[in-house]
């Protein structure tokens, strides 16, 4: 019986999907989440004549608190796709809205091939996405090692990349930075075959954004 009711809120989630509900949905609750982030965080948005007006770029961020993500989508009016932890996604209910609301689970600690292919699918269609390289939150403050998922969404889809940094964890009522740096233009790193060059490169800009506005 109780799987039985999951059945049904997964069809009536896929029929709200197919009618644009969660098109609607998604702008309703970014509106409202900048307000409360404007308020509470006192978020200033530096760079924002960076962000590109056409779509098909990673969003590539250091990562302090779970806000993060928040931060960036609630930037102008631009839509974005996410990545987030497998487990998340396997909450019941909240687990079938977060695919239908522009979330691609991925398992950590392992290369997930299902989920890189999604991000491929997702930035070959010219949407943008989400992603912070180190793979979790920095516990203290500082950008960690970066894995090579992003480099190799990069060499796949020779897409841009638009560097960010968040600067100073988010606190109530406590000021943060979100920076926008200089897109990396479409078919920058065309050629290159190295992961770890097109991985040192973006999180070279990443650190510098960080280290000039602190």
């Given amino acids: 019986m109780r799987r039985l009711y999951f059945i049904y809120i997964i069809y009536v989630l896929n029929v709200l999907k197919s009618k644009g509900v969660f098109s609607v949905l998604y702008n309703i609750v970014r509106g409202i989440l900048t307000v409360f982030i404007k308020i509470c965080f006192r978020v200033e948005y530096v ?49 079938a809205i977060l695919k239908r609301v522009n979330v691609i689970p991925v398992k950590r600690g392992s290369g997930d091939i299902g989920a890189m292919k999604k991000g491929i699918e997702v930035l070959k269609a010219g949407k943008n996405l989400i992603i912070f390289p180190e793979g979790t939150r920095s516990k203290t403050g500082e950008m960690g090692e970066a894995k090579n998922g992003m480099a190799l969404l990069i060499k796949k889809t020779g897409c841009g990349v638009v560097p960010c940094a968040v600067v100073g964890k988010p606190h109530f009522f406590k000021k943060t930075k979100l920076v926008y740096g200089k897109p990396v233009p479409a078919g920058y790193f065309e050629g290159e075959k190295e992961l770890d060059i097109i991985t040192d490169n973006i999180v070279f800009r990443i650190k510098d954004l960080l280290t000039k506005n602190k």
């Fill in 47 to 95: 760079g924002r004549e960076n962000i590109p007006e056409n779509s098909g770029y990673i969003f590539c961020a250091n990562h302090i608190t779970m806000l993060d993500p928040l931060l960036i989508a609630c930037t102008g009016k631009t839509k974005f796709h996410f990545i987030a932890k497998e487990e998340l996604c396997k909450i019941p209910v909240l687990g």
